[in-house]
């Protein structure tokens, strides 16, 4: 089964600072990565996803993410965050090729100062 | 993407009874999933359900407790049953869209159990 760790539980930025959230991953197989967002009193919407190819993923809102297989990591940036970015941010990720449901991270709440 | 509707959007039930979530969707899909979201938690996976056949509950998530079924190919309902004030969460429901869109969540619905 795979299992998905994000290390920071609460971020604070200042508006213009650049941001780098940790995802990590444990699975030994081929696996299909995601990143989704929670935005205040919203659904869950999808920043970006990486199934293959080129590991530099990039999404919506300016964000981007580098999927590092040796490292099992896929961390989320953005290189100059806005206050409207204060969200919840999940990482996820499931079995390549499968029809298997998402396995999440704990997620990590971000807050950007003014 | 497709867009997904879910009914209701909140409830407050009184313990032992019991409660069935919809989940509907614009297009017809093959997968649909529900998860749990526990105050201050992150997503887990209950249950995958296939239109025809059983759903497949993942660890620690039952039939008798969370009874799924889904009658066609974009409607689907979640009973959770028996409720506990440990029941209070939030209910999503997830669709599966292939390479272009990854998973899209239903807006979700907030039970609380008193």
């Known amino acids: 089964a795979q299992s998905v760790s994000q290390h920071n539980h609460h971020v604070i930025l200042s508006e213009a600072a650049s941001l780098e959230l940790g995802c990590n991953y444990s699975?030994?197989?081929?696996?299909?990565l995601f990143w989704y967002v929670q935005y205040p009193g919203q659904h869950l919407q999808l920043l970006l996803k990486?199934?293959?190819?080129?590991?530099l993923v990039k999404g919506i809102k300016g964000f981007e993410a580098e999927f590092i297989k040796s490292k099992f990591s896929f961390n989320l940036r953005k290189p100059s965050v806005q206050w409207s970015d204060t969200a919840e941010y999940f990482c996820?990720?499931?079995?390549?090729?499968?029809?298997?449901?998402?396995?999440f991270g704990k997620g990590t709440h971000l807050i950007i100062q003014p | 993407s497709a867009v997904i509707s879910q009914k209701p959007s909140r409830d407050i039930c009184q313990r032992g009874t019991s409660l069935t979530i919809q989940c509907q969707v614009d297009?017809?899909?093959?997968?649909m999933f529900w998860y749990r979201q526990q105050p201050g938690q992150s997503l887990t996976l209950i249950a995958t359900?296939?239109?025809?056949?059983?759903?497949?509950?993942e660890s620690g998530f039952v039939i008798d407790k969370f009874p799924i079924s889904r009658p066609n190919l974009t409607f689907s309902t979640l009973t959770v049953s028996n409720m506990s004030p440990e029941d209070s969460s939030i209910y999503l429901c997830?669709?599966?869209?292939?390479?272009?869109?990854?998973?899209?969540f239903g807006s979700g619905t907030r039970l609380t159990v008193v």
């Open positions: 297009s017809q899909v093959t997968m």
């Open positions: 996820a990720v499931n079995t390549a090729g499968g029809a298997d449901g998402l396995t």
């Open positions: 997830s669709v599966e869209q292939g390479d272009s869109y990854g998973y899209t």
């Open positions: 699975y030994g197989g081929t696996v299909n």
């Open positions: 359900a296939n239109q025809g056949s059983e759903a497949t509950y």
């Open positions: 990486y199934f293959s190819g080129d590991p």
